[in-house]
């Protein structure tokens, strides 16, 4: 799907268009049974295209090349374990620029792989994905920074009950 897109959005010649490196991290509430619900996660790296049209700005997004899982020490019955969770990222999102500003709407398809070790054993595994949905909003500093901040809705299949994003984006070239 995310090729169906890009390629399409490099034949539209009538719009500026342009790729753009990431860092981006996240804090998750999380309603899990062991005993912590906040986590942060460690920086992701992305890799975007912006389609902008009449101040429309088209954006997709992936973290699949350089993601690294978060590590976390949980407890339960007395017993300690070590929780490995990395989470994918595919978003593809919609938004209007109004001056320095980019408010926006998006869509990503998350995928959660959770491993669940006790003195460097694995106990378990998990698989999930789900689709999340958000507002972000986006400040351009100059013509290839710009910082974003994002706010995901629950989602009762991965237990989300609210997200925080943060994130810094360069853009690599464009056809302004």
């Not at 595919?90 to 959660?112: C, E, Q, W």
């Amino acid at each position: 799907m995310i090729k169906f897109i890009i390629t399409f959005l490099i034949l539209t010649t009538n719009a500026q268009a342009g790729a753009f490196v990431g860092l981006a991290s996240n804090y998750l509430h999380i309603n899990e049974e062991y005993k912590y619900k906040n986590t942060v996660s460690k920086p992701s790296f992305n890799i975007g295209y912006n389609y902008i049209y009449k101040n429309f700005v088209l954006t997709a997004t992936t973290n699949r090349l350089l993601n690294q899982s978060s590590e976390k020490t949980v407890t339960k019955d007395g017993l300690s374990f070590e929780n490995k969770t990395r989470i994918t990222a595919d978003t593809l999102m919609l938004g209007y620029s109004i001056k320095r500003f980019t408010p926006a709407v998006f869509f990503t398809n998350a995928g959660v792989s959770k491993k669940l070790y006790r003195d460097n054993e694995l106990l378990g595994k998990t698989e999930q994905s789900a689709i999340l949905a958000g507002f972000s909003i986006t400040y351009s500093y100059d013509r290839d920074l710009n910082f974003s901040t994002a706010i995901i809705a629950p989602n009762q299949e991965l237990g989300l009950e609210y997200g925080l994003n943060f994130g810094i984006n360069y853009n690599l070239w464009n056809g302004r």
